[in-house]
Nanobody, 120 residues
Framework: QVQLVESGGGLVQPAGSLRLSCAAS????????MGWYRQGSGKQRELVAT???????NYAGSVKGRFTISRDNAKNTVYLQMNSLKPEDTAIYYC??????????????WGQGTQVTVSS
């Protein structure tokens, strides 16, 4: 059974920083894409950032320039460095891993979520 374990969430003041980590345990196919999503209260889940096995990154416009995603392929771990945090960044953050066992199939794995609260 695959399990994604998240850490790093918490309460931080505006303009502060946090670093999230997410590591996979259990048997799993090699991960092609790792990413982070978030869901604020009363809002739909949205993409924050993704990174491919080769290191290509993609960011939501609202976080570009403030957040940095990175990965350690040997450890099946993804990180999200969040700087210059704003109250609107408050949400539950979920890590997401995507594997491609075949060209036609994509397996997705999700973390349980970690709360990030930005407030003074």
């Amino acid at each position: 059974q695959v399990q994604l374990v998240e850490s790093g969430g918490g309460l931080v003041q505006p303009a502060g920083s946090l670093r999230l980590s997410c590591a996979a345990s259990g048997s799993i196919f090699p991960i092609y894409t790792m990413g982070w999503y978030r869901q604020g209260s009363g809002k739909q889940r949205e993409l924050v950032a993704t990174i491919t096995r080769g290191g290509s990154t993609n960011y939501a416009g609202s976080v570009k320039g403030r957040f940095t995603i990175s990965r350690d392929n040997a450890k099946n771990t993804v990180y999200l460095q969040m700087n210059s945090l704003k109250p609107e960044d408050t949400a539950i953050y979920y890590c997401n891993f995507r594997a491609t066992p075949t060209a036609a199939v994509v397996d997705e794995y999700w973390g349980q979520g970690t709360q990030v609260t930005v407030s003074s």
